[in-house]
């Protein structure tokens, strides 16, 4: 055990020392490379900086503004009929959006039903089976100016429908 622990603190060190040699070994300007990569980077994160902020901003709004909660209560019936308890549907639904947004709801869930019951459970786990499919598709399609994303949002959804499904039964399974 000792010996994984110290080889994962010394994983960071290495690859750079690696990298570093391999570059000096290969008679690369190591430090150019290193500085034309950043500039890269931060034409990059210019370039989504607007994508960010507009949805970070939306997720806020809808959030402050009550619609979530308006939201989790008109789907109540429907949900109820899937085993998904009223206070879930904002977390799916804000999850496709923004992960910290769902977070948030996350720990108002873990703190209103705590975190052993099946509400918490399920959201846990959710959590984990899902991912943030409109943010992910924004920032990397509009990274590259893809302007037609064929079938990536309906096999994104799908995929998102299957963690559902998923996190409900295997919330069932513990709980």
Do not use: H, W
């Not at 999850?95 to 910290?100: A, K």
Request: charged letters at 15%; one cysteine or more; hydrophobic letters at 55%.
């Amino acid at each position: 055990m000792s010996f994984i622990l110290f080889l994962s603190e010394a994983m960071v060190p290495l690859v750079i020392f690696y990298i570093v040699g391999f570059g000096v070994l290969c008679k690369r300007p190591v430090f150019d490379d290193f500085l034309n990569g950043a500039k890269e980077g931060m034409k990059t994160v210019a370039g989504i900086m607007p994508t960010l902020i507009g949805l970070m901003t939306s997720v806020g709004v809808l959030r402050a503004s009550g619609f979530l909660d308006f939201l989790g209560e008109l789907l109540m019936k429907p949900a109820s009929l899937l085993a998904l308890p009223a206070p879930v549907v904002p977390v799916i639904l804000v999850r496709l959006v923004s992960n910290s947004a769902a977070t948030g709801l996350v720990l108002d869930i873990f703190k209103q039903y705590g975190t052993d019951s099946y509400v918490g459970m399920l959201t846990s786990i959710l959590m984990s089976c899902t991912e943030t499919v409109f943010y992910c598709l924004s920032i990397y399609y509009g990274t590259v100016r893809i302007k037609k994303t064929r079938y990536t949002l309906a096999g994104a959804l799908t995929a998102t429908a299957a963690g559902i499904a998923a996190s409900i039964i295997l919330s069932r399974m513990v709980v």
